[in-house]
């Protein structure tokens, strides 16, 4: 089989998931052929729409919250929906004619889009799949052509339904983890945390607060976290990405207790180590702290899916939500005085039901191709769903 892996590479999310479905396919011997749609845009248009999303969310969340949900109510048949697929048309009928793939796969809406335009034209047939990376539904991901969707709870498939997708299409499998966050994996992990703390230089028994503020270092004006980690007691590893000049900042604080990091490939060890995560309210961030039974402590979610992501994480009882710099300090300073708070979180993380991801999304999309191959043409209505298993109905 041969699967056209569609991503954008606008914050990490997009690209963990696609990363967590190509790993689970090329272990099952599927060829893979991964693209990033932002590679597709003229580098002007790329470097702008990059700019604007980081400034957006970190200066004006309440205008990028107005602009999600106005996108959010877009029909797919109206003309600005139409106008930007026909920015991608001429490329994705290329790249379909060069691969001939059997599926398409797209964890970023717009790709799903101009495959369901051309679909529509009748110049291609080939089966489409959207995985959705947050735990909320968004309208761009609403596409007649669409075969099936992959979302993180059956929550999210009904918000997903309530826009307009035939629920036979929607399968609520997990977000899609890397296979560093396989079950088998973190339990070993978690069986040599005091290990780990000791390589990276850390105490056993003083909480150890991992910092990431996302890929870009979203996570707030930097002199005011300086003052939050230099008055408080506990331990700090700041994940800095590809920010160098906050990695910078942060490598000459002088803090023995306080290490920088930047981009990190065994990002599963620190969270391993760590007792508790600060975050920005990612849905691939979150996944991944609750396949690795981790608390986080949620910062400022921004209006539109963080809100959402936050949301999900506060109910499940495996994360706080900290609207400011003064909450966080705030919450660190409890942390400090009362640390079995972090046990019984991390008690309550360890509880929350893990579906299949990326391993269920890749058994479910072969089965899909499957049917489709045998004549059928889409096969979504020869598929049922028994808890998070799906079967095929004989």
Known sequence: MNVLLFTASYGDGHNQAAQAIMEEMERLGISVQLVDYVDWLHPAVRSFTKFSLVHTV????SLYGLFYRSMSKIPPSSSLQRRLHHLGMSKMRRCLRQFSPDVVVSTFPTPAGVLSELKSKGLFSVPSIGVLTDYTAHGQWVQEHTDAYFV???NVASELAALGVDPLKIFATGIPVRSKFHPDRVRTLLAKRDVLRERFGFQRDVPLVLMSGGGEG???D??????VIRHSGLQFAILCGHNERLLRRYENLGEPRVKALGFRSDIEEWMAAADLMLIKAGGLTISEA??????????????GQEQKNAAYATEMGAAMTVANVAEAEEFLRSVERNPEQLYAMRHTVGAVPRLGGAEEIVSTICRLVKTAEQGKPSGKRELRRTGSAFHSVR
């Open 152 to 154: 993180a709870t059956e």
């Open 222 to 227: 930097t002199p005011e976290w300086e003052q």
């Open 218 to 220: 979203l996570l707030g």
């Open 58 to 61: 970190t200066r004006l969340p």
């Open 290 to 303: 609750l396949a690795m039974q981790l608390p986080m402590a949620i910062f400022r979610p921004n209006p």
